[in-house]
């Protein structure tokens, strides 16, 4: 059985002659933030919806915990908590009673779920402030104490800090961290910010025109993505070798038939191009190289970068 909490299968979705999310294969695992990020309009919150059962699917396949979500949906949402779009609360009460309204509409159990929640999001439990007096940032912070009143195992967060400010920001993504740290949550997020997902995320889905154009752990896009050196040499067997027991590099990839990135930005180059001719290997190239994780969106979504 795999670990994917979150499993789409050719996942699509048409409006009329548009299709806004194309054959998405998703794959979320347990206990980790996965970052589903794209521009406005790329197809995130479509995609969330499909899931959550707040769209009909066109076509494909959404499993979570394991098993196809379709005739399963009373025993599958209650493990979910979501924010889609701008969360809805009452602006005459406060916080508390607009927590206490929705515990009691969905039946929380936990006697002190309303408290628990707002602690854990860092705002007051009964305290006189009303909803209509709250900042962006308290609004988005209840939005997601409200997620996750029922303790889901699971959390779906469209855009959860957007139009905060970088307080506002940095805080919400602390918690959101959190969450999966200490508690072990499952969480899918979405963004258009390409910074705040490099921060927050374990995995990450880049969506484009409704099409998944990749899917990678941060680690490995950051990997991709790092300083390195770029050498294109005529015989790459034989040049590894050299590299290998002269100067002892482990750190390299394999790009093709003549070249290679080498990780270990102190090498110095002089002394291998030289060892490298010695042995009658054609050095055609060699240079530092820092591509960014932007100049990577750049690339494969194939126009300007995201924010």
Do not use: W
């Amino acid at each position: 059985m795999n670990d994917f909490v979150i499993e789409t299968k050719q996942l699509t979705k048409v409006y009329g002659e548009q299709t806004a999310v194309n054959s998405v294969n998703l794959h979320v695992k347990k206990g980790r933030i996965y970052g589903l990020l794209g521009r406005n309009g790329a197809g995130k919150t479509t995609i969330m919806k499909m899931i959550l059962g707040l769209t009909p699917i066109t076509s494909g396949e959404v499993n979570v915990f394991g098993q196809s979500i379709k005739g399963r949906e009373k025993r599958v949402y209650p493990r979910i908590g979501a924010i889609i779009e701008t969360p809805g609360f009452y602006p005459n009460l406060t916080g508390t009673e607009n927590l206490e309204i929705f515990a009691k509409l969905r039946g929380t159990a936990a006697p002190h779920a309303v408290e628990t929640a707002l602690k854990v999001v860092g705002l007051p439990y009964k305290d006189k402030k009303l909803f209509s007096k709250y900042s962006l940032g308290m609004k988005q912070r209840l939005g997601i104490a409200n997620a996750i009143l029922h303790d889901p195992e699971m959390l779906i967060l469209d855009e959860p800090t957007n139009g905060l400010d970088p307080i506002g920001i940095a805080e919400v993504r602390d918690f959101i961290k959190n969450l999966s740290a200490t508690q072990g949550k499952t969480i899918l997020i979405s963004s258009h910010i390409l910074s705040e997902i490099s921060l927050l995320a374990d995995d990450i889905g880049i969506i484009d025109h409704g099409i998944l154009l990749e899917e990678s752990s941060m680690s490995e896009l950051e990997k991709k993505n790092r300083k390195y050196v770029l050498l294109q040499v005529s015989d790459i067997p034989k040049a590894l070798l050299i590299l290998e027991r002269q100067f002892h590099l482990k750190d390299y990839s394999v790009q093709d038939d003549h070249t290679l990135r080498l990780y270990d930005t102190a090498l110095d180059m002089g002394e291998i191009n030289k060892a490298l001719v010695t042995q009658n290997i054609t050095v055609m190239s060699s240079g530092l190289c820092n591509d960014t994780l932007e100049d990577y969106f750049k690339k494969i979504t194939g126009g300007e970068g995201i924010a």
